[in-house]
């Protein structure tokens, strides 16, 4: 609102109502904050639902924000969860807001939805319903409320306007929708002439003209064959599930098995999505840290050795916790930072060396043999690098920086699992790294954010460093996104951006609000993240949960995608399906989860095609934006019988979405089932041969549902008259004297299922007017 130069301030309200209020805890006391008087709230005089407080404005306004006071102290009667509804009129709202309160004295102020279609929506009433509270079975109880937004009535006028010739529309729509249903065309017709009210696009019209009015079958199949030219599913297949298809790449049978990369975890990988080149470098093998560079071609599925020890060449030393970022356009590999054990750490040994590939040349170059002497990152490890290809600028945040001083772990296994997922041994006083940026054409170092002082208090805007976080960069959006990770002994779920360009700092959640983990990527330690910013999408794959009280628990396999357009974890999940709730806007939604215990892994290479890999962390994983698929090779297994034990196995991904065909065929298979329904009828030895040949060959038999759905036709072919009214019944057919014929309403149906496909602003209302006829209460 704010940006539509409109001017926000404290709206005025009254009590209208309530549920219920014990003793002096009445509703009018959330109207003043007094934080330190602890009668100062309205309290529910009961915990068992419906329990509301309903707030009369002093005029219709558009409202944009409300805050919640809170007492000095946390407090059981804090709202856990609550809902807030609100409208024009009291019987007539909707929901606004889907959230919770943080128990604490810390007063939090939520955005309310305030669009409809794109328009202002005006409220005139609020309702506040409790839904659980912090102490089980208490009751609930609300200390200070205040409504931010405008009651301009020049804004608001149009407004309620627009709105009350939006229901009108919609109720007219809806009866449109329920006599076309019922064949009273005539009154369908008269009834849009007279209000000149479209009940859907006309490229629907048409299809319900051929499909249920006419019965023309062929007609109907074109309609939507031009549908599909022209791109209509695109909407509906963007808010169906991802179906994760993993594949195990195996060696070619000619190809020698030793000529490939070793078991190893703390390694790297880039891709070239041009070439379709993997290159992986380094890593822990379990014993000792790895200096071998590989290439991996994807159309010919072949590994090439480029060289077996990079220090030898002149290239860096063996090492693994570094990181490594690719220029396509230049052919460049850049790789910085590594691990070393306590033993190796002496005053020499801790320069920070910054080394570039030449893909070309096939030839190492030492940058810099130290980037913090010029005015780059002391050593680290477990940082993140990005590269900004159109500046040419790497940027590389957070790392845990090296010292001298003793306490880190002697175990050399501990530490590669720290970099990748598990948090050994640490100093009581880490230091961490901010922010840089490297311009590769200058060859110079910047400081754009230093690490701040490390309170627990500050937040994402200040850019606390860390490790075990996630770092990618948005070349159009020209924003890096940052979220996740540890520092010290603190798990972040923090989610923020940081705009290259500008420098400005925004925070997407600050992850201090508690949320179911199963609803979330879990505030662990080895995630993966890539993004696709045609898609505008951001894929993490979660290996090591937060929990330690079990360690043999703790390696999970999840998958989770992050719409950056509409700001949402899309409701995705394809195996722990789940209705989650909003939360500052922020929907998370997992999309696949492995949660099996490490199966007997002493032989990984004898895993099936076509399986999952097992969970792990200190893994890599790369995406090819082009050819939509992730790579996955190697990790850490975290078998606590074999510590030193490592992976080499490589795996693709592809998260699969019907495609326009799919649909195309989907559709051809509910259009030709209704016509051998009526064939069933009319003609059943012409309907079988129908069955057999014109019906069968649009059944996906990929699909078990449809092919259960498709062996069940045959059944229709012998009903009984009783089987037969019983379906007409239960297909909507009231009785004999219906104006119904059962054909139409059978086309009618399908139309229905069809009409699903086509985006909102085409397809006809979703309810149906007999959806809100109930019976009354006893």
């Known amino acids: ?39 100062s709230r309205w309290s529910s005089d009961s915990n068992i639902p419906p329990q509301f407080i309903l707030l009369k404005l002093e005029r219709a306004s558009l409202i944009e924000s409300i805050t919640f006071g809170k007492y000095e102290k946390t407090h059981v009667c804090n709202l856990k969860k609550f809902c807030i509804y609100g409208g024009l009129h009291p019987e007539n709202l ?51 409320v205040e409504l931010v937004g405008t009651q301009d009535w020049e804004a608001v006028k149009p407004c309620i306007q627009w709105y009350n010739a939006y229901r009108e ?11 076309r249903q019922n064949q009273c065309l005539e009154a369908f017709e008269c009834l849009q002439k007279r209000t000149k009210v479209q009940l859907e696009d006309p490229l629907l019209s048409e299809l319900h003209w051929a499909m249920v009015v006419k019965g023309d079958y062929e007609a109907t199949e074109q309609l939507l064959h031009r549908a599909v030219d022209n791109g209509l599913f695109g909407p509906y297949i963007h808010s169906q599930d991802y179906v994760p298809e993993w594949s195990r790449i195996l060696p070619c049978i000619d190809e020698d098995p030793c000529h490939r990369p070793g078991m190893r975890g703390g390694h790297q990988m880039c891709i070239d999505t041009n070439t379709e080149t993997i290159y992986l470098f ?10 071998d560079l590989w290439s991996y071609s994807v159309p010919s599925n072949s590994w090439t050795l480029l060289s077996n020890n990079t220090e030898e060449e002149g290239g860096p030393s063996a090492r693994s916790c570094h990181k490594m970022c690719l220029d396509q356009d230049h052919r460049q590999l850049f790789c910085l930072g590594r691990y070393l054990d306590s033993q190796h750490r002496h ?39 990005c590269l900004d290809p159109e500046k040419r600028t790497i ?98 779920n923090d989610f923020f951006t940081y705009n290259v360009d500008t420098g400005e700092v925004t925070t997407v959640t600050d992850g201090t609000r508690r949320r179911d983990p199963a609803q979330i990527p879990a505030a662990g330690f080895t995630q993966r993240a890539t993004i696709d910013h045609e898609l505008n999408e951001i894929y993490i794959l979660s290996g090591l949960s937060k929990d330690k009280d079990k360690r043999d628990d703790n390696v999970k396999n999840s998958f989770w995608v992050y719409n950056i357009v509409d700001n949402k974890w899309y409701d995705t999940h394809l195996v722990l399906k789940r209705i989650l709730s909003l939360e500052d806007y922020v929907c998370r939604t997992c ?99 129908y069955l057999q040949n014109n019906l069968s060959a649009v059944v996906d038999r990929t699909n078990d549902e449809q092919m259960a759905e498709f062996h069940q036709l045959t059944n229709l072919l012998f009903r009984t008259e009783e089987q037969q009214e019983e379906d007409e019944l239960l297909n909507g057919k009231v009785d004999a004297e219906s104006t119904v014929n059962s054909s139409y309403r059978l086309r009618s149906s399908v139309f229905d299922a069809l009409a699903r496909f086509f985006p909102d602003y085409m397809a006809q209302p979703r309810f149906s007017l007999t959806d809100f006829v109930a019976f009354d209460k006893a």
């Open 1 to 39: 609102m704010a940006e539509a130069g409109l001017e926000m301030k404290k709206l005025n309200y009254s009590v209208d109502s309530c549920s219920s209020f014990s003793a002096t805890y009445f509703p009018e006391n959330i109207m003043k904050d007094f934080p330190t008087d602890q009668a």
């Open 94 to 144: 909707v929901e606004l807001l889907n959230s919770g309160l943080k128990n604490d004295n810390q007063p939090e102020t939520f955005s309310l939805k305030h669009l409809v279609e794109g328009k202002m929506f005006p409220c005139r009433f609020v309702k506040i319903v409790p839904v659980q509270s912090w102490g089980p079975s208490f009751n609930f109880s609300i200390w200070y």
């Open 169 to 179: 529309r919609e109720a007219i729509r809806l009866c449109l929708k329920h006599l």
């Open 282 to 291: 380094g890593g822990w093998d379990g014993v000792q840290d790895l200096n």
């Open 347 to 385: 005053t020499n040994n801790l320069k920070s060396d910054f080394y570039m590939y030449d893909i070309e040349q096939r030839k190492w170059h030492l940058i810099c043999e130290d980037t913090a002497a010029v005015g780059g990152p002391k050593l680290i490890f477990d940082h993140q690098m």
């Open 395 to 492: 940027y590389v945040f957070g790392g845990r920086i090296l010292s001298p001083a003793p306490g880190y772990p002697e175990e050399r296994g501990l530490a590669v699992a720290s970099s990748s997922g598990m948090a050994g041994a640490f100093l009581s006083e880490p230091q961490f790294s901010g922010l840089y940026a490297y311009h590769i054409p200058t060859s110079t170092w910047r400081l754009l954010r230093d690490d701040p002082s490390g309170s627990p208090g500050l937040g994402p805007i200040e850019m606390r460093s860390r490790i075990g976080h996630s770092m990618l960069f948005h070349p159009s959006e020209r924003k890096l996104f940052i979220f996740a990770g540890q520092r010290s002994k603190e798990y972040l």
């Open 591 to 689: 999309v696949y989860r492995n949660d099996s215990s490490r199966e007997k892994e002493s032989d990984t290479s004898n895993r099936v095609p076509g399986e999952e890999p097992c969970p792990r962390f200190a893994h890599q994983l790369v995406y090819d934006h082009v050819k939509k698929a992730h790579y996955l090779f190697g990790g850490n297994p975290g078998r606590s019988n074999d510590p030193k034990m490592r992976l080499d196995d490589f795996w693709s991904l592809r998260l699969c979405r019907p495609s326009q065909g799919q649909l195309l065929t989907r559709c051809q298979f509910l259009i030709r089932k209704c016509q051998f329904r009526e064939l069933t009828e009319a003609d059943p030895i012409r309907a079988m041969f």
